[in-house]
Nanobody
Framework: QVQLVESGGGLVQAGDSLRLSCAAS????????MGWFRQAPGKEREFVALINWSGGATSYADSVKGRFTISRDNARDTVYLQMNSLKPDDTAVYYCARRGEATLEYDYWGQGTQVTVSS
């Protein structure tokens, strides 16, 4: 079993920055791709960013490209999401998730951390 715990959310103003962390325990995530997702009130959960196991490849949703950066520290079994130039539309609960090696589906999820951006 893998437990994922997100942290770093909060209330900020438009234009501010936040760094989210996703710490894994139970089993290492060092050999797995990891993703960040978000869900705003009344909306479906959406993909935000993905990083491969080594950190050598990343991908982003168009809505965050150029503003958010995903990274990881495999020695700490932690994945990060640096969010700059935040906008009110970024307000959501942010989740990290592990992507299974064989299925490429996200099989473990954290409980989420709230990010609220005021205008």
């Amino acid at each position: 079993q893998v437990q994922l715990v997100e942290s770093g959310g909060g209330l900020v103003q438009a234009g501010d920055s936040l760094r989210l962390s996703c710490a894994a325990s139970g089993r290492s995530i060092s050999r797995y791709a990891m993703g960040w997702f978000r869900q705003a009130p009344g909306k479906e959960r959406e993909f935000v960013a993905l990083i491969n196991w080594s950190g050598g490849a990343t991908s982003y949703a168009d809505s965050v490209k150029g503003r958010f950066t995903i990274s990881r520290d495999n020695a700490r079994d932690t994945v990060y999401l640096q969010m700059n130039s935040l906008k009110p539309d970024d307000t959501a609960v942010y989740y990290c998730a592990r992507r299974g090696e064989a299925t490429l589906e996200y099989d473990y999820w954290g409980q989420g951390t709230q990010v609220t951006v005021s205008s």
